[in-house]
């Protein structure tokens, strides 16, 4: 796993966004970028004291101090927002390179088991051929012997195209060389599922990544909705301005002295439909964030459900595999291929408990497969691992 989350692009990228989200609320504590100018006078400028010369003008744009706090703060839960989509892609991509290796290690364990019964079949292809030759058994029994080895090959040729599509998708994920091999996928542990549904559930209303993140935006619209009414309120442009006086024609102490000043000026929020329209825009897009997050939440109560339910008719059903089925069915094809061995029973009986056999190995192998499949998914859907894996 945690190759994976250093070599994913998927998750670099999303966490390369979420470290330029954090940039942004210090950039909102800084002023505008003040203004400088200079005037150069023509010959006519002329004042009473004096030909002005030249003037420099310096401003700087001063907003209502609570319109910066506000914008800091929406970056704020911005940025927050960004780290759970961080979080939430971080875990998808973990969620696939586990089912991924789960489908591997069911498809690397089928290959085993065909591979098995295959050997089986060819001995009792063998043990077929003996009877037939001594009279004991008709050349029926060794064709369909030999019919059954082809279709187990048949089998093991799907498998070895299915893991190779696995070994693909496994490289894309770790952002390997899409020509490298994995080795055979050892059995994962067999989950517990102890936790109780009704806490599973609030849980993961409120501490998963999606869930968190709706609720970042929620507060991030409420921001924008307040600096949407704050533009009723006018900002301050304050300036500084000094003027390069010649000398005059006048004997007054005044004449050719450089004169300076400090303009000062608002905006006039004059234009209010603007403004209300603004409001109200941004009134409606806090309902759509808040009608989003409570369609976050149910989608969260019926996935963390639905995965719930899913591990626990799992692990039932493995019980029942594991204490029932598959001792019986190799109980069964042990049985008959001793009898047909010994002359006692029929091909046909044989057959199907070796068929019965195979579909029992590998129906165990699907529901211990989906078994981890549904706790990695309940896992994901609560937002945090229920138990190292």
């Known amino acids: 796993m945690k190759v994976a989350e250093e070599a994913s692009p998927e998750i670099r990228t999303a966490r390369l966004k979420w470290e330029a989200a954090q940039k942004k609320p210090m950039q909102e504590l800084a002023l505008p970028d003040p203004m400088v100018g200079m005037d150069v006078m ?26 910066i706090w506000k914008r800091w703060q929406k970056q704020r839960a911005n940025a927050k927002a960004a780290g759970m989509d961080y979080e939430a892609v971080r ?25 098995e019964i295959h050997e ?26 030999e019919a059954e080895v082809s279709l187990t090959l048949g089998r093991v040729y799907e498998l070895e195209q299915k893991r190779g599509m ?39 209303a409120k501490n998963r990544q999606e869930v968190k993140a709706s609720e970042a935006r929620i507060h ?25 006086v010649g000398g005059g024609m006048t004997t007054d102490s005044e004449d050719g002295k450089d004169s300076w000043m400090f303009p000062l000026a608002i905006n006039v929020p004059l234009w209010q439909t603007r403004n209300i329209a603004g409001i109200q825009e941004a009134g409606r ?19 963390v459900r639905e995965a719930y339910l ?43 408990s070796e068929r019965i056999f195979l579909n029992a190995k590998l129906g165990y192998l699907k529901i211990y497969t989906e078994l981890l499949k549904s706790r990695a998914d309940l ?7 229920l138990t190292e894996a």
């Open 310 to 352: 899913r591990c626990q008719t799992a692990l039932k059903i493995t019980a029942l595999y594991e204490s029932g089925v598959l001792p019986q069915s190799e109980l069964a094809l042990n049985s008959d291929r001793a009898g047909y061995e010994s002359g006692r029973a029929d091909f046909l009986e044989l057959l199907d």
């Open 220 to 244: 991030k619209k409420r921001h924008e909705k307040s600096l949407a009414q704050m533009k009723n309120i006018p900002d301050l442009d304050a300036g500084f301005s000094y003027t390069w």
């Open 285 to 303: 897009k806090l309902e759509a964030a808040q009608s989003e997050l409570q369609g976050m939440r149910d989608k969260t109560f019926y996935e």
């Open 120 to 145: 089986l079949l060819k001995k009792i292809e063998a043990t077929a051929r003996t009877r037939y030759a001594d009279g004991s058994a008709g050349q029926r029994d060794a064709a369909k012997a």
């Open 166 to 204: 696995l070994e693909a998708r496994l490289n894309a994920l770790l952002d390997r060389n899409p020509l490298l091999s994995f080795g055979p996928a050892q059995k994962p542990p067999k989950p517990a599922l102890d936790e109780n549904l009704p806490e599973l559930l609030t849980e993961a």
């Open 91 to 115: 875990r998808d991509v973990l969620l696939d390179v586990r089912k991924t290796f789960y489908a591997l290690y069911q498809t690397d364990a089928s290959l085993q088991v065909i591979r």
């Open 42 to 67: 023509g010959e006519m400028s002329e004042s009473r004291v004096g030909p002005e010369e030249n003037r420099l003008m310096v401003s700087q744009k001063i907003p209502f101090p609570a319109k």
């Open 379 to 385: 896992e994901r859907s609560l937002g945090r691992q």
